[in-house]
């Protein structure tokens, strides 16, 4: 049998043949050329070698002209919810929408070829009560193809729901909750939209201004249930007037100069 042909029916001959042929092919070291890493005394070579050509300085990040550039083509696409789009302090890109909007804007940012927002980082909101729309939904977005991120805002009150990103986004599940958790925001739509961070049977939205620091009820082991209860929240301690004025003030006694501390037409504290 040829040596073709015995190639041909055994292929794995073949390219062991190759790899052998290109191992010889390779120029041999000596065993003495070899360096160790660790030990070797070409090391300080290798590394003078790097610190002679430093990398190069890249450009700033992130690019401010691209992030404006961005931010007013998708209000030219989506004129009908895009309210505002602005560059904050921090260097970062704020698209401000109708609540409406939410998943059409959200949709475009994900799947259009010039944004690619696939990453709902996180969902959070600011309560401010003296607007007409106390809260304010904020949408944090990171596209890795262009490596950039995006924040989109939005507002609603309390009795408002907001239309929810759950079959767009699956990160938006946990978040949707908490903030229905904390700040009592409805999201329509949601497949399971219950508390994540309280109690059962916890009442009130803890991160909402009006929300008392003390809460509504405490929780403590009886040892006749043999179980945890809820009760009210009592305060033990009655409102204590505290006042901060120096001690001294209160005992007109220690402000006076005994009398054998006070000298001839020396100045003492004592009242005539």
């Known amino acids: 049998m040829s040596c073709g042909a015995l190639l041909r029916r055994f292929p794995r001959l073949a390219v062991s043949a190759a ?5 010889t092919a390779l120029p041999s070291r000596a065993l003495s050329d070899q360096v160790d890493f660790y030990t070797g005394s070409k090391t ?30 998708v209000a ?15 260097k970062e890109l704020e698209i401000l929408i109708h609540p409406e909007g939410i998943v059409p804007v ?16 996180e969902i959070t909101a600011n309560d401010v009560p003296g607007r007409e729309y106390r809260f304010e939904l904020v949408y944090c977005l990171l596209s890795h193809h262009y490596n950039s991120r995006c924040i989109v805002k939005t507002y609603t009150d309390e009795l408002t729901p907001v239309d929810s ?15 229905w958790d904390m700040y009592g925001v409805y999201f329509a739509g949601h497949p399971d939209l219950r508390r994540i961070l ?23 082991y009886d040892n006749e249930l043999a179980r945890i209860v809820y009760e009210p929240v ?17 005992f007109p006694k220690h402000r006076e100069a005994p009398e054998h501390l006070i000298t001839e037409g020396g100045e003492g504290d004592k009242k005539e």
């Open 165 to 179: 990103l759950t079959p767009l986004f699956k990160s938006a599940d946990w978040g949707e909750r908490e903030v």
């Open 234 to 250: 009592e305060v033990a301690q009655e409102f204590r007037k505290f006042d901060l004025d120096t001690p001294w003030e209160l």
């Open 76 to 90: 030219a696409i989506l004129p009908k919810y895009v309210q505002d789009v602005r560059i904050t302090s921090t």
């Open 19 to 23: 790899t052998a042929t290109a191992r």
């Open 198 to 220: 309280t109690d059962y049977g916890f009442q009130g939205h803890p991160q909402r201004k009006d929300f008392p620091l003390t809460g509504f009820s405490e929780v403590r």
């Open 106 to 121: 959200m949709g475009m940012l994900k799947d259009h070829t010039n944004a690619q927002f696939k990453a709902l980082m």
């Open 44 to 73: 300080e070579d290798v590394i003078l070698r790097r610190e002679e050509r430093p990398a190069e300085i890249q450009e700033a990040y992130p690019d401010l002209d691209k992030l404006e550039r961005f931010g007013k083509y």
